[in-house]
């Protein structure tokens, strides 16, 4: 270690710069080498930039031919649709019918209708309301004859029931001088059959 006697007190010191290392230079560009980095760095970022409009106008092209094949894969299933319902039409409208029948057969066993109002629609097709018979099967004759009974002033008393055990529960035949109107479960369904077919047609 160098020690170094004076003989007044220092006033000031200034290092000039640490011993066997050269001054440490400035920061910012100072040489030819950082002035030549600058253009490069441009270019740099233009490329950058053109790649990625590039790639982006890929993408969008490629998502363009996406939405064209997934449009037209919807409308194909939309034909197929189609064609699969006009092929199975008429299998559509008896499966229909049979799940009415199915419904219908079971309210009448469990006596779920109203005779009253079935008998009443069948009138609307009458030809004629005088000297009317309606046949009705044995039990719901008893229905009938009560209503009858309990509204003596209603139109419907004025009517002649008649039990038939041909007639089907739920299910009436009117007979008038010009005609007879017919209200059986299966001719109802036959309707409802036809009118699905036209329906899809």
Known sequence: MLT??????????????AAGRPPTA??????PEDASAAPQLERAIQAERAR?????????????????????????????HQETLASN???????AVEIARKILVYKITQGDY????????????????QQIVIRLNPQDLPRCQQYQQE???????????????????????????????KSFIEEHLEHIGEALRKVEE
């Open 4 to 17: 170094i006697q004076v003989a007044r007190p220092i006033a000031g010191v200034r290092v000039l710069h």
């Open 26 to 31: 400035p920061p910012g560009p100072t040489g």
């Open 52 to 80: 990625l409009a590039k790639e982006f106008e890929q993408q969008s092209v490629q998502f363009s031919r996406l939405c064209q094949t997934a449009g037209s894969i919807a409308e194909n299933l939309d034909k197929l």
């Open 89 to 95: 039409r008429a299998e559509i409208a008896r499966l």
């Open 114 to 129: 109203d005779i009253q109002a079935i008998v009443e629609e069948a009138l609307k097709r009458a030809p004629t309301r």
């Open 151 to 181: 509204n003596p002033e209603d139109p419907f008393a004025g009517l002649e029931f008649t039990a038939d055990p041909e007639i089907g529960p739920g299910e009436c035949l009117v007979e008038t001088p010009k005609g007879i109107v």
